[in-house]
């Protein structure tokens, strides 16, 4: 799934707010992105907060940032393959069960909804301020996010799309 | 002919496979999916269309699956 698509369409473009580092939120983010994409329309999610998780390059624990603080935070957040369960997490065991009953259901993994949304050209938009505070470098992230923006230019960007918050 | 078999995929992988697999093909060639009915045959043929690909045929092969031949 390496082949970038062109979204031509005249419906609704569909911009996701990723604030949530759970990994069932941003399971239902990704499926809700890749499903509008692969339906035409042309899909953003600004990632902010916890959700800035999901696009470290790391996908484990690192300490990153300059600040003691910081290190700590992004240490015990970690990345990708650390996100919690927003509910009965059971000490971080929960995403690792689930992803085994999402794969005997054939339904897509995270890992593997993230592929198809970089094979579907949907955008993937990190928030300036949250890296700030978190004290995260555009180097610290994976090299498909498109950009580092504010809130005005997500909203001017989404202007005339569906918002959804998660 | 390209073949794709997508009856063992659940939502959204359905749509994004026959997205991606039509991406990758030339204009002119045609692509055999074979689906299952509900949710997949309501919506994959008809989001091909939406993205100006022709579907040429679909037809019932059994056990609740469909086969449909789409033009790219």
Redesign the interface.
């Known amino acids: 799934?390496t082949?970038?698509?062109?979204v031509?369409?005249d419906?609704k473009d569909l911009t996701i707010v990723c604030f949530s580092g759970d990994f069932d939120k941003v399971l239902a983010a990704f499926?809700m992105a890749?499903?509008a994409?692969?339906?035409?329309r042309k899909v953003t999610i600004f990632f902010t907060f916890w959700g800035l998780n999901v696009l470290k390059k790391d996908f484990g624990r690192k300490a990153l940032g300059k600040g003691i603080l910081a290190k700590v935070f992004n240490f015990l957040l970690g990345g990708r393959n650390k996100l919690p369960l927003s509910r009965l997490n059971f000490g971080g065991a929960s995403p690792d069960l689930m992803t085994s009953m999402m794969k005997k259901?054939?339904?897509?993994t995270l890992p593997?909804?993230i592929e198809?949304a970089h094979?579907?050209g949907i955008r993937l938009l990190a928030c300036e301020m949250a890296l700030h505070i978190l004290e995260l470098e555009r180097d610290d992230l994976i090299e498909e996010v498109e950009d580092v923006v504010g809130v005005a230019t997500f909203l001017n960007e989404s202007e005339n799309a569906h918002i959804i918050f998660v | 002919m390209e073949f794709l078999d997508i009856t063992n995929e659940t939502c959204p992988m359905t749509f994004v496979k026959v997205k991606l697999q039509l991406a990758k093909m030339d204009k002119g060639q045609d692509l055999e999916v074979i689906l299952k009915e509900g949710e997949p045959l309501q919506n994959v043929p008809a989001s091909c269309e939406e993205q100006g690909y022709q579907v040429l045929s679909i037809e019932a092969v059994g056990d609740g699956k469909h086969r449909v031949i789409i033009k790219k």
């Open positions: 799934m082949d970038k698509v062109e031509k369409t419906k499926v890749t499903g994409a692969a339906t035409n259901h054939n339904v897509a593997e909804l198809a094979a579907l």
